[in-house]
DNA sequence: CATGAATGAGACTTCATTCAT
DNA sequence: AATGAATGAAGTCTCATTCAT
C-alpha cells in the first residue's frame, strides 16, 4: 500500500549504528512515558540534542521508529529470559524466575512499554497491530514450552487448555504491573518484587498442579520413595 | 481557571437526551476502536450524521465526553455485577458468575474501552486519570468484598494479601480479553464464554483455597521426583 | 450590499418596547465590559435568562444590536448635556459643567462603551465604523458651539482651529478616563470627578483665552468697570 | 501549566531572524488594521506570502505575537523620543519635539496600534493587560521627567498634580490622532504635522504657565463682564 | 551526514445565526 | 412570541514529514 513510494536508503555504518542505538535509547524512554500518540519527534530530537530531521534521516517515520522500539524491547526480555532460565531446576523454581524476571524488567523502565502494547497493539486503522503478533508469540513461548513439558510428564495439570494456563500467570503479572504504576509506588522495588513473584507463585502453584490426585495416593508415593531413598543410603551414603 | 467565558447552557428536553444517549453510544465505538487520541470529534460526529458543532452543543470538550463515556461503561458494569451477584450461593458460583458477567460484557464491547482505561489511565498532564480512581474502586469493590467475606470465613487463604488474590483473579481475564481480541476471534462467543469463565474459576479455585500443607508439599515432592526422573532418563534411558 | 437579504420584521408593540429595552440595557454591560468581538450573544441571553434565539427576533444580528447600544448611549448623554448645559452662566462655567458631566457619565459605565467605540470605530472590514461618524458630530455639538460661541464674543482665542481646541478638551478627558480605568479606582469617584472637572477646566481654562490681551489693558478696563459700578451702586444699591 | 509538551526550538539564524522580522512587520500592519480580535493568522501568513504554520514556527501564538509588536512598537516610540529629545533646550522647545515626534510615529503607523493598545489593555481574563503597563510607563518617562525638571524650577505651575499635566498634552494628542484616523485624511501629513504640533503647543503652554493670578482674574473678569453685555444686549440691544 | 526551515493536513473548538415548532 | 436545536464557517494551533543547503 504505502510501500509504493520510494524509500532513501538509510544510513550504515559504524558512526550510524551509534546514532540508530541513541535514538533508540532516547525514542524508547519517551514513548513509555507518553505512549504513540502523545509522544513527538520533537521531543526525541531535543532530549537527544540533535534535529529533528536527523530522526529522519535514520528511520522511516515515527511509526517505524515505535514499531523498532516495541521490537527491541521484545528482544531484550526474550533474551534475558532465555538465557537465563534455570532449566535444571524444577519447574516451580523456572517459574519463579520467568515471573521475578518479567517484573524486574517491566518495573524498571518496561511499564510504560506494556502500556504502549496493550494500547497501540489495538488500533484499528494504519497501527502498531501487525508488528506484535509475532513478537507476542516470541515472548511467550519460554513460558508455553516450560507449561507444555510440565503438563507432558504429568507434573500439571491437563485438563485445560495450555492458554488458559498462560492467561492464569501473564495475567496476574500485568495486573500487578499496573497497580504498582498506578500507586506510583516505586519504593523498595527490588525487595517488593522478590517477594510478590514468590508469592505470585505460592499463590498459583496450586491451581497449576493435577486436581485429580489423592493424597492417599500421594502420602504412599511419598514413603515408597523414602524408603527406596533409606535403602539406598546404606550403600550410596546421604544424597 | 480561564472558565470567565460562559457556557452556552445544555439543552435538556426528551429529544435533548436522545441526543446525549445517541452521542455517546457512538463515542463508545469510537473512543473504544480508536482510543483516545486517535478519535476524532469529526469521526463521532459523521457516523451520527450530525454536524461536528452539535456535539460540542452537547460536550463541552472531547475530554470531557470520553470521561462520559467510560463513566457509564463503568457503570453499567458496575450495576450488571450487583444487580446479577448470586450472593446467596456459594463463593465459587459468586465468582464463576462475576468472571462470566465480565467477560460477557467486556468481550461484546469493552475491550476497546478497557485499553483506553489502562492506556488513558496512565496519561501525564492533565489527563483523564483523575477520573479513574474513583471509579476503579467502585468496580473492584464487590469482588473485594466476596473474596474479604470468603476470607473471614476462613473459606479462601488468609496467608497472602488480598490485593494478590484480587491481581490473580482479574489479571488473568484481562489477559484472556487481549488474547481474544488479538484474534479477533469473535466467533460463538457465546459458548466460548460460559466454557472460560468455568474452566478460569476452576483453574483459580485451588488457588484460592487455603493452603493444605501436608498435600501441597506431598505435591511438590511429587512432582519434582518426577522431574528428576525425567532428567536422568535422558541419560540413562527409561528405569 | 448585505441588504438584499430579506430581513423578517421585528416585533412591535408595549410589550416587545419592554423587551427591546431588556436586551439593550443588557447588552450594553456585556458590550462594555467585553468590548465587541469577546461579547457573545450567548452571554447576553444568559443574564437575561432567555434564549438566544429571541435576542435575534428583537434584532437582526450583533452587529445592528451593538449600533444601538451605542447609538442610545451617545444619545443620552447628549441628552443629559443638552437639557443640563447652563447656558446663562459664563463660558466656564458651562465647560466645567461639560467636563464634569462627561467624567461622571463615563466613570459610571461608560469607560467600557469608550473603548468599545474608540476600538471598534476603526475597524476596517465589515465594522460599525459607519454608525460613528454621525453620533460623534452630535456628541460634540455642545461642545464646539460652545467653544464657538465664545469666540466669537472674542472671548478665547482665535488664532487656533476650533478643531484644535476641541481637541484640547476632550483629548485629556479621554486620558483621564483611561487612566482611571487602568488603576481601577473607583473609590470616592463623586469626590474625585468634582475636583478633576474643577482642576482640568484650571488647567485649561488660561490655554483657551486670546493670548494677545495685555495686562494693563486689562487693568484700566477693570478700573472702568468698577467705577461704573460704584457709580450706580449709589443709585441703584448693591447689586 | 499544562506546559508539558515541548515547545519545538525556535529557529536562530541569519534567515530567521529575516523572517521574525517580516512576520512582526506584517503582523503589526494587520494588528494595527485589524486589533486583536478581527486579526488572523491567516491574514498575516497571507499577506507574508507563508503558511500559516511558518508563524507558528516563529512565536508561540497569536497573544505572543502581538504582544511583541506592541513591545517593538513602544520600543521604537521610546528610542527615538530619548534620542532625539533636546535637552539642551528650552522647555517648550522639548515638548514641541515629544509632541512633533508623536504625532509622526503614531500618524504613519501607529494609530491602529494605538487602538490595539487601548482597547485591549483592557481585556479581562488572560489578555494583553499584564505587558502594558511597565511599557506605558516607560513610554511616559521621559515627558513626565520633562514635567518634573520645569516644575522645579518653577518654569511650569506647581498647582496641580503632573498626572493632569501629562493628561492634559497626551490627551489632545490622541483625540487629534484619533480624528485624523476618523477622517482618513493622510494627505499632506508632514506639513499638518509640523503645524500641529507647533500650534498645540502653543496652545497649551500657557495652561502649564505658573497662574499669574492678577492677570489671570483680570481675564476672567473681563470675560465674564463680556459675557454679561452680550447676554443683555440680546434683550437690550446694543449700548 | 546533519540540519534549518517550511509546510500540508488536520485537530478541537467557538459562535452568530436560522428555522421548525 | 419564544425557543430548542442544529450548524456553517471560521479560527488557533500541532506535528510528522520533506528538502535544499
Given at each position: 500500500?504505502?510501500?509504493?513510494?520510494?524509500r532513501?536508503?538509510?544510513?550504515a555504518?559504524?558512526?550510524?549504528?551509534?546514532?540508530?542505538?541513541?535514538?533508540?535509547?532516547?525514542?524508547?524512554e519517551?514513548?513509555?512515558?507518553?505512549?504513540?500518540?502523545?509522544?513527538?519527534?520533537?521531543?526525541?530530537?531535543?532530549?537527544?540534542?540533535?534535529?529533528?530531521?536527523?530522526?529522519?534521516?535514520?528511520?522511516?517515520?515515527k511509526?517505524?521508529?515505535?514499531?523498532?522500539?516495541?521490537?527491541?524491547?521484545?528482544?531484550?526480555?526474550?533474551?534475558?529470559?532465555?538465557?537465563?532460565?534455570?532449566?535444571?531446576?524444577?519447574?516451580?523454581?523456572?517459574?519463579?524466575?520467568?515471573?521475578?524476571?518479567h517484573?524486574?524488567?517491566?518495573?524498571?523502565?518496561?511499564?510504560?512499554?506494556?502500556?504502549?502494547?496493550?494500547?497501540?497493539?489495538?488500533?484499528k486503522?494504519?497501527?502498531?497491530?501487525?508488528?506484535?503478533?509475532?513478537?507476542?508469540?516470541?515472548?511467550?513461548?519460554?513460558?508455553?514450552?516450560?507449561?507444555?513439558?510440565?503438563?507432558?510428564?504429568?507434573?500439571?495439570?491437563?485438563?485445560?487448555?495450555?492458554?488458559?494456563?498462560?492467561?492464569?500467570?501473564?495475567?496476574?503479572?500485568?495486573?500487578?504491573?499496573?497497580?504498582?504504576i498506578?500507586?506510583?509506588?516505586?519504593?523498595?522495588?527490588?525487595?517488593?518484587?522478590?517477594r510478590?513473584?514468590?508469592?505470585?507463585?505460592?499463590?498459583?502453584?496450586?491451581?497449576?498442579?493435577?486436581?485429580?490426585?489423592?493424597?492417599?495416593?500421594?502420602?504412599?508415593?511419598?514413603?515408597?520413595?523414602?524408603?527406596?531413598?533409606?535403602?539406598?543410603?546404606?550403600?550410596?551414603?546421604?544424597?
Amino acid at each position: 500500500m504505502d510501500d509504493i513510494t520510494v524509500r532513501r536508503r538509510l544510513p550504515a555504518g559504524a558512526k550510524a549504528e551509534q546514532r540508530i542505538r541513541d535514538i533508540l535509547r532516547v525514542s524508547r524512554e519517551v514513548f513509555a512515558e507518553l505512549g504513540y500518540e502523545r509522544a513527538t519527534t520533537t521531543e526525541i530530537a531535543q532530549r537527544l540534542g540533535i534535529s529533528e530531521a536527523t530522526v529522519f534521516t535514520y528511520f522511516h517515520g515515527k511509526r517505524e521508529l515505535c514499531a523498532r522500539v516495541i521490537e527491541d524491547w521484545y528482544d531484550e526480555i526474550i533474551g534475558v529470559v532465555e538465557a537465563g532460565l534455570p532449566r535444571g531446576q524444577s519447574t516451580k523454581a523456572q517459574l519463579e524466575f520467568y515471573v521475578r524476571t518479567h517484573l524486574r524488567l517491566f518495573l524498571i523502565q518496561g511499564t510504560g512499554l506494556c502500556a504502549l502494547v496493550l494500547s497501540e497493539g489495538r488500533a484499528k486503522g494504519p497501527g502498531l497491530g501487525e508488528v506484535f503478533v509475532p513478537l507476542q508469540r516470541r515472548y511467550t513461548a519460554p513460558l508455553m514450552d516450560l507449561l507444555a513439558r510440565a503438563r507432558e510428564s504429568g507434573e500439571i495439570r491437563a485438563d485445560l487448555p495450555l492458554s488458559l494456563l498462560r492467561s492464569a500467570i501473564l495475567g496476574p503479572m500485568e495486573h500487578i504491573l499496573w497497580d504498582a504504576i498506578a500507586r506510583q509506588r516505586e519504593v523498595d522495588i527490588e525487595r517488593d518484587i522478590e517477594r510478590t513473584a514468590r508469592d505470585l507463585v505460592a499463590l498459583l502453584w496450586p491451581a497449576l498442579l493435577p486436581p485429580d490426585l489423592d493424597t492417599a495416593a500421594l502420602r504412599e508415593f511419598y514413603g515408597e520413595v523414602g524408603a527406596a531413598l533409606r535403602r539406598a543410603g546404606g550403600t550410596l551414603g546421604q544424597p
